[in-house]
């Protein structure tokens, strides 16, 4: 396993740090009223992979994302005032409010956009992979799927394309289990055995803890180097967990109250990365409570600016809008 900089993990961690308070923000805003338009997807639970994830990409390498995607443009390294601007549907925003949590695109960050159709953004990052090989630059895709996505075809033919024309993609599946209210082994047929399913297609396997984001930053840092030197793609196998609803205040009755609880309580990525950073002397209790304050506050912010920023001007509303 390659060895993080002190200066890399503590950028692991303020990152974890950022997106769970900012998911909590959203979720909270959303369950107030004040981010009423459309649904708000909360990734907490799942912060090691969009960190693990981000952080091994540069600056121009592209992602695309899902109706889970906040945490993966703030990895990705978005502004969170202009994301939480983008929710609240503010001329602010990535897309001057026009797509809101699911449909924010960031291209200046290297987000093709956040798809709320399942599967939509993976043919995307593919296309963009084609591109930057047919340009000849070494600029690496990641797309974003869940498992639910699996069984959408258009994922498949990704794979397929991916392999055939040896691009530089990696797919990043964050496995956790469900879509929605139904598990994913129940409507997935290979949900649970990707290694079977990379292997068929000719993409180069990672497997990962992905509650253990040193887990998850060293497989995708190898399979973005591999992808990045010409070595063809890469499935990214990321077991992990949401510890909340399929979306803000969704009651969640098809899984019992003491899973949740148990697996918040056992398998929170950030309080393990938190015990193991204490554990290396590397950082002490204080240096951990001034980088989950800075998150908090850059997040109160962010709200604040969101919050108090200008709706588009009506007289735009055509605009942006192809036909
Ligand atoms: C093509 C399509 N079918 C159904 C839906 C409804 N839907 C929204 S999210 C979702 C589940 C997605 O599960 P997964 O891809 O595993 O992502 P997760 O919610 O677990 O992050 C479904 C079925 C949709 N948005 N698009």
Known sequence: MSDPSTEMLAR?????????????KAAELFTRGILAKGGVH?????????????????????????????????????????????LLAKDAGYCRGRGGSMHVAAFEIGSLGAYAMVG????????AALAEKMKGTDRVAVPFLGDGALGQGVVHES???????????????????????????QMVAPSTRLAELAQAYGLRYYGVDGQDVLAVHDAAGRAVAAARSGQGPALLDCRTY??????ASEPQVYRRREEIDEM?????????????LLDSGLFSTADLE??????????EDAAEFAQTSPEPDPSTYAEYVYA
Request: glycine residues 10%; neutral net charge; proline residues 3%.
């Open 12 to 24: 692991m961690y303020y990152t974890m740090g950022l997106i769970r308070d900012f998911e909590n």
């Open 42 to 86: 909360s990734s907490v639970g799942q912060e090691a992979v969009a960190t693990g994830v981000g952080l091994s990409l540069r600056g121009d390498d592209w992602i695309s994302s899902t109706h889970r995607g906040h945490g993966h443009h703030l990895a990705k390294g978005a502004d969170p005032r202009r994301l939480m601007a983008e």
């Open 120 to 127: 939509e953004g993976v043919p995307i990052a593919v296309g």
């Open 159 to 185: 794979f397929n394309l991916a392999s055939v024309w040896r691009l530089p993609v990696v797919f990043a599946v964050e496995r956790n289990g469900i879509a929605v209210s139904t598990r994913c082994d």
């Open 242 to 247: 949401r510890f909340e609803g399929h979306y």
């Open 264 to 276: 918040r309580r056992t398998q929170d990525p950030i309080a393990h990365f938190e015990a193991y």
């Open 290 to 299: 001034a980088l989950r304050r800075r998150s908090a506050e850059v997040v």
